[in-house]
């Protein structure tokens, strides 16, 4: 049975790739089989012979090191840089979850470990028309998650809606992985001792500026058979 873990954020462009890129590294580092899966991924790119580009996919796989096609581990690819549903809309290409749970099927056989990171924050739409949100990505993979927070200003009230909307939605908090983390820096240390004292959750790991590696030490037992 393959054991996985979804990655969510507080928000865009708090370092949910990074972060998933450190642990798919580490984990397969300390010996783990484990592999990456994005549902859908926007603002991607094309290259000089016009083939488009999974981004996000592409940086966790050479972070890892893992020799693979990334765009056979996406299954929506859109290039423009805007929210899925949207992106969807314009290209005329909707988000359905039964691709999803497909995809995540056939992926999930060639690895004994898979992270799936999610889109944007805790409340993605993917498509509105049939009322898919991220929180329903999430429970057709019947996955426990992980939240990607900044350390910096701000983080305990993102962190507490985010826990706040998951809890209300039926989504299964793990814990909180704290990125841009300086251990020097009052107010980070705090933000961690307020965050787990407000949500109740642990903090698993903090990622320090430009890390190469993540402890996994509190985050591998949490991947879930399924």
Known sequence: ?????????TGTDIGKTY???????????????????KPALS????????TIIPGDCAYVFKTAGLNLQPENYVSYIFKPAVSPHLAAQIENKPIKLEKI???FERIKKEFDYLLVEGAGGIV??????????????????????????????GTINSVVLTAEYAKH????????????????DIM?????????KLTGLKVLAEVEKDAKSIDITEIEPLFKGV
């Not at 049975?1 to 954020?9: L, P, Q, R, Y």
């Not at 603002?43 to 016009?50: D, E, I, L, P, R």
């Not at 980070?188 to 787990?196: G, P």
């Open 1 to 9: 049975m393959t054991k996985g873990i979804f990655i969510t954020a």
């Open 19 to 37: 972060v998933s890129a450190l642990i798919v590294k580490s984990m397969r580092k300390a010996g783990f089989n484990c592999g990456y899966y």
């Open 124 to 153: 993605c739409p993917f498509n509105i028309e049939e009322g898919i949100l991220l929180p329903d990505v999430i429970k057709s993979l019947n996955l426990d998650t992980i939240v990607v927070a900044d350390a910096g200003l």
């Open 188 to 196: 980070h240390r705090d933000n961690k001792i307020m965050i787990e």
């Open 43 to 50: 603002g991607a790119q094309t290259n000089k012979y016009g």
């Open 169 to 184: 939605h039926g989504i299964n908090i793990k814990g909180i992985i704290l990125n841009n983390y300086d251990q020097t």
């Open 101 to 103: 749970k497909q995809d």
